[in-house]
C-alpha cells in the first residue's frame, strides 16, 4: 500500500522560505508526484510536478517554487522561496504511477494527510 507523508510546514513571514517533504513509501515502480494546494474556501490547485524526467510548475509559482526528487530516499521536495500571503494553504503531496506527470488532481491516486503553510506578512 503506497503512503505519502508530508513535513515541513509551518508559520513564516512574506519573502521567508520552506522546504516541504513528501516521503512515499510502499512503491517500488516508476512514479511521477504533484503538489497541490487547498486555501480556505478555495478549490484544490496544482503547484508543481515531478516525473523521473520532467518538471512542471503552475504560473504562480513558478521561479519561486522549485521541486526535486531523492529517488534513494524516496522524498520529493518542494522548496518554497520568496513566499506570499496568498501562499497560505493546505499542501498536499499526491502519487501518480507511470513516467508522466499531470497536473489534474484526478490523475493522482495516493495522497497525502497535508502540510500548513501560513505566510503573513
Known amino acids: 500500500q503506497v503512503q505519502l507523508v508530508e513535513s515541513g510546514g509551518g508559520s513564516v513571514q512574506a519573502g521567508d522560505s520552506l522546504r516541504l517533504s513528501c516521503a512515499v513509501s510502499?512503491?517500488?515502480?516508476?512514479?511521477?508526484v504533484g503538489w497541490f494546494r487547498q486555501a480556505p474556501d478555495k478549490e484544490r490547485e496544482f503547484v508543481a510536478a515531478i516525473s523521473p524526467g520532467s518538471t512542471y510548475y503552475s504560473h504562480f509559482v513558478k521561479g519561486r517554487f522549485t521541486i526535486s526528487r531523492d529517488d534513494a530516499k524516496n522524498t520529493v521536495y518542494l522548496q518554497m522561496n520568496s513566499l506570499k500571503p496568498e501562499d497560505t494553504a493546505v499542501y498536499y503531496c499526491?502519487?501518480?504511477?507511470?513516467?508522466?506527470?499531470?497536473?489534474?488532481?484526478?490523475?493522482?491516486?495516493?495522497w497525502g494527510q497535508g502540510t500548513q503553510v501560513t505566510v503573513s506578512l
Open positions: 499526491a502519487l501518480k504511477p507511470g513516467i508522466w506527470y499531470s497536473t489534474v488532481a484526478e490523475d493522482f491516486d495516493s
Open positions: 510502499g512503491r517500488t515502480f516508476t512514479y511521477a
